[in-house]
């Protein structure tokens, strides 16, 4: 899994798979969500919008855990 570290996002289509975030600003993204493998952690979202393929395993029990500050989830 790649590191990302202190990077900002802004208004970006970001495909979180094999990734791992770290200390990371996300301001009005579109964050696709298609598989489990990835991370996050210290990082801050902003009227972001979460999209979770339904296909992925647990799906449902994804959405809760996602950032308060999502403005959206697809």
Same mark, same amino acid.
């Given at each position: ?7 900002? /996002?802004?208004?970006e289509?970001?495909? /979180? ?8 600003t996300?301001?009005?993204?579109r964050?696709f969500?298609t598989?489990?493998? /990835?991370? $996050?952690?210290?990082?801050? /979202? ?10 992925? @395993? $647990?799906?449902?029990?994804?959405? @809760?855990?996602? @950032? $308060?500050?999502?403005?959206?989830i697809?």
């Amino acid at each position: 899994m790649d590191h990302i570290v202190h990077k900002s /996002f802004t208004d970006e289509e970001i495909h /979180f798979e094999n990734l791992h975030f770290i200390g990371c600003t996300f301001i009005r993204c579109r964050i696709f969500v298609t598989s489990l493998k /990835f991370d $996050y952690d210290r990082c801050s /979202f902003t009227d972001c919008i979460f999209h979770i393929d339904p296909e992925v @395993p $647990y799906s449902h029990l994804l959405r @809760p855990l996602l @950032p $308060y500050t999502s403005t959206g989830i697809a």
